[in-house]
């Protein structure tokens, strides 16, 4: 099993900047991937940005070149710099993590919430 705390998440003002923190603890050795996602107020989860354990990232259209995923290893955590955030960036975001035999374990959630 893989528990997954996030944090940094809070109110900023359009334009400004967070950095979102995603701690792993437990099975972390057998993490293929990770991921950020977000939920708006009545609309799907969807995809943020993803890293491999190999390093690979992938983004979606709406956040690249505005947002920015990474990792330490020795801190067995990931990052999500959100960078020139808009009011639509406004969302609860989630970390996952998916290990070699395929299962998904998701953390709790971070409130962002971008005023315009």
């Known amino acids: 099993q893989v528990q997954l705390v996030e944090s940094g998440g809070g109110l900023v003002q359009a334009g400004g900047s967070l950095r979102l923190s995603c701690a792993a603890s437990g099975s972390i050795f057998s993490i293929n991937a990770m991921g950020w996602y977000r939920q708006a107020p009545g609309k799907q989860r969807e995809l943020v940005a993803t890293?491999?354990?190999?390093?690979?990232?992938n983004y979606a259209d709406s956040v690249k070149g505005r947002f920015t995923i990474s990792r330490d290893n020795a801190k067995n955590t990931v990052y999500l710099q959100m960078n020139s955030l808009k009011a639509e960036d406004t969302a609860v975001y989630y970390c996952?993590?998916?290990?070699?035999?395929?299962?998904?374990?998701w953390g709790q959630g971070t409130q962002v919430t971008v005023s315009s």
């Open positions: 890293i491999l354990r190999g390093g690979s990232t």
């Open positions: 996952n993590a998916l290990l070699t035999y395929g299962s998904l374990y």
